[in-house]
Nanobody
Framework: QVQVVESGGGLVQPGGSLRLSCAAS????????MNWYRQAPGKQRELVAG???????NYADSVKGRFTISRAAAKNTVYLEMSSLKAEDTAVYFC?????????????????WGKGTLVTVSS
């Protein structure tokens, strides 16, 4: 089994900054992707940023230039540095990891989700 735990959410004023962290633990042979998604009230979950095994990175257009994703590979941890936050960034932020692990005794590539951390941008 693989566990994914996010931290770092909270209340921040518009224009402020916040850093989210996500740690993956358990039986992990390889981490292929670590991604941040978000879901605002009444909206669908959307990809915010992702980082691949070869450190390829992609961002949603809405956060380019404001958010930075990075990874501490040795710690199976991914970070999301958020700056110049706007009210429309308010959402629950979820971490998603795609890993090679054991499932039923068989090496498998599966994805896992954290429970999410709430980011509220408001004055």
């Amino acid at each position: 089994q693989v566990q994914v735990v996010e931290s770092g959410g909270g209340l921040v004023q518009p224009g402020g900054s916040l850093r989210l962290s996500c740690a993956a633990s358990g039986i992990i042979f390889t981490i292929y992707n670590m991604n941040w998604y978000r879901q605002a009230p009444g909206k669908q979950r959307e990809l915010v940023a992702g980082i691949g095994n070869g450190d390829s990175i992609n961002y949603a257009d809405s956060v380019k230039g404001r958010f930075t994703i990075s990874r501490a590979a040795a710690k199976n941890t991914v970070y999301l540095e958020m700056s110049s936050l706007k009210a429309e960034d308010t959402a629950v932020y979820f971490c998603n990891v795609v890993v090679a692990t054991l499932s039923g005794g068989i090496r498998s590539v599966l994805d896992y989700w954290g429970k999410g951390t709430l980011v509220t941008v408001s004055s």
